[in-house]
């Protein structure tokens, strides 16, 4: 088998094009129910890349094989209010991980994972949080991440 690199870098705004597409399959995947043409959806997820690359809060970690972008994790920085007990003042939110079908258990995703827990580990972030599928649970346990009791939710719509 073919040794292939794998280039782990953060994305830019002129990933746009592709994050989307690849956003795009994902929701496909799942047959979720889509309401707009990929051109609608491609412009709107354009404006909100640029806006949330801007923010500074938002990092985009992607990993390329062979020039091709095939992972990606979005992270979300949430600044806490500062404690004079604790000395870290922000956690990561972790959402929309994908990787294209044909490169799902080759461990790029893996050595995505691996590069976002080294950055918001350099970044002094105090911990990491997603919200698996049921899908997905076993690839976040098996990096590192732990099913924890402690958050409480409050649904906000008028279904509950």
Do not use: C
Not at 56 to 76: D, L, N, P, R, T
Request: charged residues 25%; hydrophobic residues 40%.
């Amino acid at each position: 088998m073919k040794t292939v690199s794998t280039v782990i870098r953060l994305a830019t705004k002129s990933d746009g094009p592709k994050l989307a597409q690849m956003r795009w399959d994902f929701h496909s995947e799942d047959k979720e129910p889509i309401s707009q043409t990929i051109e609608e959806f491609a412009n709107r997820f354009q404006v909100f890349l640029g806006e949330a690359l801007d923010t500074g809060k938002w990092f985009v970690w992607v990993a390329e094989v062979e020039g091709q972008i095939v992972s990606h994790i979005f992270v979300y920085v949430v600044s806490k209010v500062p404690r004079p007990s604790r000395t870290t003042n922000a956690w990561g939110y972790v959402t929309n991980v994908y990787t294209t079908p044909n490169h799902r258990g080759r461990g790029v995703g893996s050595k995505l994972m691996e590069a976002v827990v080294h950055w918001a580990r350099s970044e002094a972030l105090e911990l990491l949080l997603v919200w698996p599928s049921d899908d997905s649970a076993d690839f976040y346990r098996r990096a590192g991440f732990i099913k924890s009791p402690d958050a409480h939710v409050r649904s906000l719509d008028d279904k509950n």
